[in-house]
């Protein structure tokens, strides 16, 4: 008897909790104790930067996955694999606009904490979502995906 795949990957925790997670913890480090980055200017502008690309990017994705009706929540199961778009360019790009969301509130509120909790937000969204994802991918669409994933870069 073969066994089905799951009807989503089902990761756990939820990713847009995680990055509330982060900035809370990143934030409350702030408070307790406070850590500059950077001369005004220069983190001003990296923090603008990163903050707008974070929204363009995910903006992006959002639309692209709207268009090819495939569900935004990781709780669901995927429609199809997203190839287009921001999708060509990252297999995912949501959480690389979460990562630099987190990344440009740390340089605009000038705390190492929130950049070392971006770092940290990065790598518990690879190993405890994204690898849970690709498995889940993978077994649901096969050589589809696995194509995919030899042609574009996890994050960039």
Same mark, same amino acid.
Not at 106 to 113: D, K, S
Not at 140 to 152: C, D, L, P, T
């Given at each position: ?21 982060? @900035? ?32 363009? @990017? ?9 268009? $090819? ?19 060509? @360019? ?32 990065? $790598? ?5 979502? @994204? ?26």
């Amino acid at each position: 008897m073969q066994e089905t795949a799951p009807a989503g990957p089902l990761a756990l925790p939820l990713p847009p909790l995680l990055l509330a997670a982060a @900035i809370m913890v990143g934030v409350l480090l702030n408070v307790l104790w406070p850590q500059a980055l950077l001369e005004t200017w220069l983190r001003l502008t990296l923090g603008i930067l990163m903050i707008s690309a974070a929204l363009a @990017i995910g903006f992006l994705a959002v639309r692209v996955m709207r268009a $090819v009706n495939t569900p935004l929540d990781v709780r669901k199961a995927p429609t199809e694999v997203v190839t287009t778009g921001v999708f060509a @360019i990252s297999r995912n790009p949501v959480y690389l606009a979460m990562v630099l969301l987190c990344g440009g509130i740390a340089f605009l509120a000038n705390t190492i904490w929130l950049l070392l909790a971006a770092a940290a937000l990065a $790598v518990i969204l690879h190993t405890q979502v @994204i690898d849970k994802e690709e498995a889940y991918l993978k077994e649901k669409f096969g050589e589809a995906y696995s194509s995919y994933k030899s042609r574009v870069r996890r994050w960039i």
